[in-house]
C-alpha cells in the first residue's frame, strides 16, 4: 500500500496505491489521520486495487472525523470494481464521490 499527499490550495489530496485491508488499514488509518487539517480533503482512489471492509471502515472514519469538523470530503476517481464495494456497502448514498482529482478539487 502507498499513499502519498499532495497540498493543493486550501485542500489535501491523499492518493492511495495497491490493496487496503486488514494487513494495513490500521497503519493507513494512522498516516490519514496525520494529515487531517482545516481544509478540504480528497481522497484519490483511481490506483487502489482492492478494499476489504476493512479499509471501507478507515474511509468511513475518515469521512466523519472530517465532518465532524466542518471540513469537505470527496472519494475521487473509482474503478469499477472499487465503485461496485462502495455500491454494494451502501457507501456511495453517504459519501460524496468525484469522478476524478480535478472534478473533486474543483467541488470543494
Do not use: C, W
Not at 58 to 66: M, P, S
Not at 81 to 102: K, P, Q, T
Request: no cysteine; aromatic share 6%.
Amino acid at each position: 500500500m502507498g499513499i502519498t499527499f499532495e497540498r493543493v490550495g486550501n485542500a489535501t489530496v491523499a492518493s492511495l496505491q495497491g490493496r487496503l485491508d486488514s494487513s494495513n488499514s490500521s497503519a493507513v488509518e494512522t498516516e490519514l489521520f496525520s494529515q487531517l487539517g482545516d481544509g478540504g480533503f480528497v481522497l484519490d482512489v483511481s490506483k487502489l486495487d482492492y478494499i476489504s471492509s476493512a479499509g471501507l471502515r478507515v474511509v468511513l472514519v475518515v469521512a466523519k472525523r472530517l465532518k465532524q469538523s466542518g471540513s469537505a470530503f470527496l472519494l475521487a476517481g473509482m474503478q469499477p470494481h472499487i465503485r461496485d464495494v462502495f455500491e454494494i456497502s451502501g457507501f456511495l448514498s453517504i459519501l460524496a464521490v468525484a469522478e476524478n482529482r480535478d472534478e473533486a478539487l474543483t467541488r470543494l
